[in-house]
């Protein structure tokens, strides 16, 4: 993504949710002996993302020819990603 970039949602926070920093996220995983880089951890986060906004598109009828482009539209939302970190806390917890 280009320094400078800006989404017409905004960008998803993780202090209020007790979630981590993607570079917060790298230490603690360094700290367990995987090393891998902010960029890393970013795209493996989003990759994840897209593939579960995949699903739901298909599921809202997204046509073939669209499917990436949006998937990935998706993914990037901060709505997307902060209803996924909150469904991620329900299973934590059991609700």
Same mark, same amino acid.
């Given at each position: ?6 989404f ?7 202090e209020?949710?007790?979630?981590? %920093?993607?570079? +917060?996220?790298?230490?603690?995983? !360094?700290?367990?002996? &995987?090393?891998? $880089?902010?960029s890393? @951890?970013r ?10 906004a995949? %699903?739901?598109c +298909?599921?809202q009828?997204?046509? !073939?020819?669209q499917? &990436?482009?949006? $998937?990935?539209r998706? @993914? ?6 902060e ?6 806390e ?6």
């Amino acid at each position: 993504m280009p320094t400078g970039s800006k989404f017409k949602n905004g960008y998803a926070t993780v202090e209020d949710s007790g979630g981590l %920093e993607y570079r +917060l996220i790298v230490e603690k995983m !360094a700290e367990d002996g &995987d090393v891998i $880089s902010v960029s890393t @951890a970013r795209n493996l986060t989003l990759r994840a993302l897209q593939k579960i906004a995949r %699903e739901l598109c +298909l599921l809202q009828g997204t046509p !073939a020819a669209q499917l &990436d482009e949006e $998937s990935f539209r998706v @993914a990037l939302d901060p709505r997307f990603q902060e209803s996924m970190a909150a469904m991620i806390e329900d299973i934590r917890v059991g609700v």
